[in-house]
């Protein structure tokens, strides 16, 4: 069974570009969530999708951010215009069980860089 | 607001010693607690979970740990390390309605040396 998967692995932009990272979950997982790691600090919830709709946005950190999860299967996160400290690692996670025992399987993350 | 900390952001140690990483958290509810690994170009594993029950937690590959409610910790421990375990371990928390939204702590990385 493949895992959560990640696209791209590594990202270089300028500031101001558009950069937009894909997560696949596992196939049957209704539940997606993103998390974000400037350098050096602590991982960070940003949202969280059940199915197609955004259960919790709130580590969003401004609207230059925009999620979405077409269909209920793979998500995007956007990032319009980017800025220097965007960079940091993205993190995908899914899971299939809501609730305290959820089980959450991560992708190995996006490597975001803005220059 | 819930919040965990990580006292140690490395901790080198040699092969077959014994290792503690500490880890802290504050929460004015009840909590449940886990320990994540990520090795090197990876995805963060689940290494253990405490939800209830016995304090003394047993995760993969010979780590454990031990919830202690007075303290508010959750320290993660392994009797004899080896190079394999070199890697960034992040200590976690959530709640009961928090599901899959987990409050990490800074990490901490473990270099095992030969």
């Known amino acids: 069974e493949a895992g959560v998967t990640q696209f791209p692995s590594h990202s270089v932009i300028e500031k101001g570009q558009t950069v937009t990272l894909r997560c696949d979950p596992i196939s049957g997982h209704d539940n997606l969530y993103w998390y974000r790691r400037v350098m050096g600090k602590e991982i960070k919830f940003l949202l969280h999708?059940?199915?197609?709709?955004?259960?919790?946005e709130s580590g969003m950190p401004n609207n230059r951010f925009l999620a979405e999860r077409t269909g209920g299967t793979y998500s995007t996160l956007k990032v319009q215009p980017a800025e220097l400290e965007d960079s940091g690692v993205y993190f995908c996670?899914?899971?299939?069980?809501?609730?305290?025992?959820?089980?959450?399987?991560f992708g190995s993350g996006t490597q975001l860089s803005v220059l | 607001a819930q919040s965990v900390t990580q006292l140690d952001s490395q901790v080198p140690v040699f092969e077959e010693a014994p290792v503690e990483l500490r880890c802290n958290y504050s929460s004015s509810v009840s909590v449940y607690l886990f320990w994540y690994v990520q090795y090197p170009n990876q995805g963060l594993q689940l290494l253990l979970k405490?939800?209830?029950?016995?304090?003394l937690v047993k995760g993969i590959n010979g780590f454990e740990a031990e919830f202690n409610k007075s303290q508010t910790s959750f320290h993660l421990r392994k009797p004899s390390v080896h190079i394999s375990d070199t890697a960034e371990y992040f200590c976690a928390v959530t709640d009961y309605n928090q599901g899959g939204k987990l409050i990490f702590g800074q990490g901490t990385e473990l270099s095992v040396k030969p």
């Open positions: 405490y939800l209830s029950g016995s304090t």
């Open positions: 999708f059940v199915k197609e709709s955004k259960q919790d």
């Open positions: 996670a899914s899971s299939q069980v809501t609730g305290f025992n959820e089980k959450l399987f």
